[in-house]
């Protein structure tokens, strides 16, 4: 069957994404991910280069994360951040657990994937909306930002652990990452300061970067890992050098422009295709139960501890931390694929994390958007 209309459909609906979200005033994730849901059960099929386009997507919004937080606040505020970040990966995890295991009579290991699944929170969601709104610069932005990477860390290492059996590529994965990440930091800024390469219509500071986090795709996929970890603590060492320098600063700039025009749009509409609305609909209760328990577990874990440690944003912070989206279609198709969960339980899960992409996002945007014109650090 001929594909070539479908570069042709996406690249429509990433244009139209970004006329809507301009429109409305949303973020335009938001819309990426609804589109690709709607055009995904109108017949609209995923390619293998969108599938990886995407996954490129996310590990990029995950190291331009990074370099947004500041390293020194994020010391300075470990204690709130890793206990935000721990309670709501923590509370969902058991709660989905239990509900699972014990009411729905899913298999331990279904339940325990489910747990996983459903305790994430998206940094690249999280990231984007606050890139968009301008927080991503202000202390409760970097804040959240720090607490979402304790919730996804978590998760990965949850799932790694109950899963995941290291081998001899696991080990060269870490060692790589390791030595991927102390060489970048100590040197990438000769490359960055390199007058030869300084304002050329080829960026090869660009595609330094960009080969860097290919590394890290390739080798965490040889060793059954998570790219997104090593991407984000490879942006968190790197943030120094975004802060002080200048040049960094309008290389990042750079990065953010060419991921948002077509990189990360693939991420999001590809993250919406993956939910099935019939099979939801033919588990709507299952559906409902478990989307309210995560939600409700994310509440208790994060509005309690925002509103003592970040009082002027706490619901904001909590709906933000309750969005979903890579580890939790991570985790499902980990699940699927590993024959833990079926085709029904797969589509419920994912269908559960892209709606928490979206729902909580909205409302936090629509009505709770937290002030920050004298919060800029």
């Known amino acids: 069957m001929n594909t070539d209309y479908i570069p042709l459909i996406v690249g429509g609906l990433v244009l139209i994404s970004s006329l809507i979200s301009l429109r409305l005033g949303l973020s335009v994730a938001i819309i990426e991910i609804i589109l690709g849901a709607i055009a995904g059960n109108l017949g609209l099929g995923t390619e293998n280069w969108m599938l990886y386009l995407a996954n490129f997507g996310g590990i ?35 709660g989905t657990f239990t509900y699972t295991y014990y009411l729905a009579n899913w298999s331990l290991q279904g339940s325990l994937i489910a747990g996983c699944a459903l305790s994430t929170t998206s940094l690249a969601v999280v990231y984007s909306v606050l890139v968009e709104t301008g927080l991503s610069k202000t202390t409760i932005g970097k804040k959240i930002m720090s607490a979402t990477f304790f919730t996804d860390m978590g998760t990965a290492l949850s799932l790694s652990v109950l899963f995941i059996k290291p081998t001899l590529y696991t080990l060269l994965f870490v060692g790589v990452s390791t030595v991927l990440i102390i060489v970048f930091y100590k040197y990438s800024i000769y490359v960055f300061r390199n007058p030869r390469w300084a304002n050329k219509v080829i960026e090869p500071e660009i595609k330094f970067i960009f080969f860097i986090l290919l590394m890290f795709i390739y080798f965490a996929k040889l060793g059954e890992g998570h790219a997104v970890l090593p991407a984000f603590i490879l942006g968190l060492l790197m943030s120094k050098h975004f802060k002080e320098q200048r040049k960094t600063v309008v290389i990042r700039n750079k990065l953010r422009t060419i991921a948002y025009a077509i990189v990360t749009p693939i991420f ?14 033919s588990t709507i209760g299952l559906f409902i139960i478990l ?13 309690f501890l925002a509103k003592k440690y970040m009082p002027n944003g706490s619901v904001y912070t909590t709906l933000l931390m309750s969005t979903g989206l890579t580890f939790g279609t991570i985790s499902s198709m980990y699940g699927l694929q590993a024959g833990l969960i079926n085709q029904v339980q797969y589509s419920v899960l994912v269908g559960v994390v892209v709606a928490s992409a979206v729902i909580p996002t909205f409302i936090a945007q629509k009505w709770f958007l937290p002030k920050h014109e004298e919060d800029i650090v």
């Open 268 to 281: 999001f509409i590809v993250g919406g295709m993956k939910i099935s609305i019939p099979l939801i609909l």
């Open 60 to 94: 990029i919004l995950t190291y331009l994360a990074g370099t947004e937080i500041d390293a020194k606040m994020m010391k300075e505020n470990f204690k709130e951040s890793f206990l935000i970040g721990l309670f709501s990966f923590l509370l969902p995890f058991i």
């Open 291 to 303: 989307f309210g328990i995560k939600m409700i577990m994310k509440f208790i874990g994060v509005y």
